[in-house]
């Protein structure tokens, strides 16, 4: 059974930093992608980051450009979110997602939550003004 657990959500101050963790296991199969999105309260679910696990390649939500990062760790089929200078309206719940391996991740496709087969529970970040 595929698991995908995130973690490091909390309140924070505006300006400034908090890492998040995504740890996916079970996977048969190593992934060739991981990413995460958030949904704001009484938003929509959007994109926010993504990682092509083979080349390292990663796409970025214009909004979090220049100041949040995905990052592989050592261990398999973990990624980090490191996210700096954080604003009150990227409160939102923060969700770790891993690629479906019958897509093709490219800069386009590596957006799109459909593209994604296993989602974890969220953890929820909540930014202070």
């Known amino acids: 059974q595929v698991k995908v657990v995130e973690s490091g959500g909390g309140l924070v101050q505006g300006g400034d930093s908090r890492r998040l963790s995504c740890a996916a296991s079970?996977?048969?199969?190593?992934?060739?992608?991981m990413g995460w999105f958030r949904q704001g309260p009484g938003k929509e679910r959007e994109f926010v980051a993504s990682i092509s696990w083979r080349g390292g390649s990663t796409v970025y939500a214009d909004s979090v450009k220049g100041r949040i990062a995905i990052s592989k760790a050592n261990a398999r089929n973990t990624v980090y979110l490191q996210m700096n200078s954080l604003k009150p309206e990227e409160t939102a719940v923060y969700y770790c997602?891993?690629?479906?391996?019958?897509?093709?991740?490219?800069?386009?496709?590596?957006?799109?939550?459909?593209?994604?087969?296993?989602w974890g529970q969220g953890t929820q970040v909540t930014v202070s003004s």
């Open positions: 997602a891993v690629w479906n391996i019958a897509r093709f991740w490219e800069s386009v496709s590596a957006t799109q939550s459909k593209n994604y087969r296993y």
């Open positions: 079970g996977l048969t199969t190593s992934t060739g992608s």
